[in-house]
């Protein structure tokens, strides 16, 4: 049952993390980063690490991720092909093969787990499940208010 | 669940945000991608700490996460500054230091 749910949110947490460059946005691309922080934050959560968890929710989605957000609000679409897609897949395997190859006939089996008492899932379905949805809730919120202002702007703009 | 998934994503990961930074030419895209690798750093500090290696992380991922936080505040900063001069993101026209 872990194993899937692993799978679900290491897919996703890497399809934000390329999605950070293919999104000709900057504001989207910043979105992308603060999704793979939330991905990052739930795969604490399958390390079996709830309090890890919700420290990264807390400061990196929402201060460091809100506080960019807001920063790059007014970006305006980028004006230049800004990363070369190219170059980019080319240097995304050169990179996974050698960082794998390091890994790659190692042992990891004989190392005992943790003894933490809590494991992941069932502490998400218990309590920090709650945190999780105010948090997301208040996330898009943020975001809600930031394209409203935009909105409003640009009908100002036409008003006038 | 082998030690070995999480250590293969937080590399996949790290991976990512290396060659972000390599390919691209945008001063806060280059920024998102060390925002990456720090995240990375992150997952693996966690992995080891579960199972079994490594017993005090805690102060290690403090620093990442004050790490990551000052330097957002720069980045911003630094980001409304180039803004309000009109000099564009391109690291290239950027890296043309003139006095």
């Given at each position: ?67 960019l957000i807001v920063g790059t609000a007014t970006a305006q ?84 | ?99």
């Amino acid at each position: 049952m872990y194993l899937w749910v692993f799978a679900l949110v290491a897919f996703l947490e890497l399809a934000a993390a390329v999605s950070v460059y293919l999104l000709k946005s900057v504001m989207h691309a910043t979105i992308a980063l603060a999704m793979v922080f939330l991905f990052n934050s739930l795969m604490f959560l399958v390390l079996g690490q709830p309090l890890l968890a919700v420290l990264q929710a807390f400061v990196v989605i929402g201060g460091i991720a809100t506080y960019l957000i807001v920063g790059t609000a007014t970006a305006q679409k980028v004006g230049f092909k800004h990363v070369r897609v190219s170059v980019f897949v080319a240097m995304l395997l050169l990179f996974t093969a050698v960082l794998n190859y390091s890994i790659y006939g190692t042992n990891f089996s004989s190392l005992p787990k943790n003894g933490f008492s809590a494991t992941g899932i069932e502490a998400m379905l218990s309590s920090i499940g709650l945190l999780y949805i105010i948090m997301l809730m208040l996330f898009g919120v943020s975001i809600g208010s930031i394209v409203l202002f935009k909105r409003f702007k640009k009908i100002e703009a036409r008003g006038e | 669940m082998s030690m070995l998934l999480f250590l293969i994503l937080s590399l996949e990961v790290f991976a990512v945000g290396l060659s972000g930074l390599i390919a691209s030419r945008h001063f806060l895209i280059m920024i998102f991608s060390i925002e990456l690798m720090l995240v990375s750093s992150t997952l693996v500090a966690t992995t080891f700490y579960y199972y079994g290696v490594n017993s005090n992380i805690g102060i290690f991922l403090f620093a990442v996460w004050a790490v990551m936080a000052s330097e957002v505040i720069a980045v911003v900063a630094v980001y409304r500054y180039l803004q309000r001069a009109d000099t564009g993101m391109d690291v290239k026209k950027l890296s043309d230091m003139k006095w």
